[in-house]
């Protein structure tokens, strides 16, 4: 799983999207506020089933010119066609530092309809983003190819400090959060400092949260359900790009802390490698399972389905309650829980 394989310049983005447009407010009429930045002043209308990417994009690049600022959405469905560029798609695509997307409650960023098969919605790669309230709701039902399972809700890559709260991201066609790198040989750094809080992550074709190249990631107090549609299909799958399971060291995922957190699968775990709740995974385990994941840490969880720790070193799980299978070949750490099969191989 790899995105932005053909990443962007800074040029390149800019010339994707409309140009600022000035704004002079007439007597007695409030101007904007600093460092706010509103589609609408760009020309985005909410809830007109036309696409807004631009707009947003416009005011992402006014928020960066001016060296950060708040992306701020009113309520109301904003719609992003999917651009192709090369085979790849973009969505709205923040490459600048310290921007801030504020949705209301009523917020709904949609992904319009394609045939693309590899997109995030929201393509993060500048360092202190955040996100907050409102949702984001994919095209997995309306999607018109049936190649690939990359389209995702949220994607980070190559940066750092990123705040993801008290949203829903579901229905995405493929990860609802995909954590990442446009490398998978180390050569680019991962991300580092995630924060997912008060999240509801459900439904997504591939799964809810990849994590794949990324280090020091916090999931607290979320609920995640329901992914389906494209193998692994997992709650939670902790999973870097493999070369015949050969991890590059700067890829292993670290310190990754999952807490106060329901997770249930769509189903039972089957042969064939669907529907984990939770999976630590180097697909190769059988013959070269190179360590993937250090220092993953459960605690006060609330598990429905089954969970696997295949390829993670010093995983430990503390006052959790699984009510499945733990498929356990590394000897996790278990404390105060309560789980109904625990398989040791």
């Known amino acids: 799983m790899e995105i932005g394989k053909k990443s962007l310049s800074i040029a390149m983005a800019t010339a994707l999207a409309v140009p600022v447009l000035s704004f002079v407010a007439p007597l007695g009429i409030t101007s904007q506020a600093e460092n706010v930045y509103r589609p609408e002043d760009n020309g985005a209308v909410a809830n007109d089933g036309k696409s807004d990417r631009e707009a947003i994009k416009a005011a992402v690049d006014a928020a960066g010119k001016a060296g950060g600022g708040i ?10 066609d999917i651009l192709n560029f090369s085979g790849t798609g973009i969505g709205v695509y923040v490459d600048h530092p310290n921007i801030t997307f504020k949705l209301q409650k009523s917020t709904v960023l949609n992904v319009l309809p394609t045939a693309i098969g590899e997109f995030c919605a929201i393509h993060v790669k500048g360092d202190n983003f955040k996100i907050y309230g409102g949702s984001i709701t994919g095209d997995k039902t309306k999607h018109k190819g049936t190649e690939g399972a990359d389209g995702h809700g949220i994607g980070v890559t190559d940066c750092s400090n990123v705040e993801i709260h008290d949203m829903t991201i579901a229905e995405n066609w493929g990860d609802g959060i995909y954590l990442g790198s446009a490398s998978s040989d ?13 999240c509801t992550v459900k439904n997504n074709r591939r799964n809810n949260i990849a994590i794949v190249d990324a280090d020091k990631v916090t999931v607290d107090k979320c609920n995640i359900s329901g992914a389906s549609g494209a193998s692994p299909a997992c709650g939670i799958l902790i999973e870097p790009n493999t070369n015949n399971g050969n991890v590059p060291s700067k890829s ?10 329901t997770i249930k699968a769509k189903k039972k775990h089957q042969k064939n490698g669907l529907y984990f709740a939770l999976n630590i995974l180097n697909p190769y385990y059988q013959t070269n399972n190179k360590v993937v994941a250090k220092n993953v840490t459960l605690t006060n969880c609330k598990i429905t389905g089954d969970v696997g720790n295949y390829s993670g070193k010093k995983v430990t799980m ?7 299978t733990f498929y356990d070949h590394k000897k ?6 309560t789980i109904k099969n625990h398989y040791r191989f």
Request: glycine share 14%.
């Open 252 to 261: 292993v995922c670290k310190n990754i802390q999952i807490k106060n957190t």
């Open 186 to 198: 180390g050569s680019y750094g991962g991300c580092s400092n995630v924060f997912i809080q008060n």
């Open 71 to 80: 992306v701020e959405f009113g309520p109301g469905q904003y719609d992003i």
């Open 318 to 324: 503390k006052k959790t309650r699984i009510k499945g």
């Open 332 to 337: 996790t750490s278990v404390k105060k829980c």
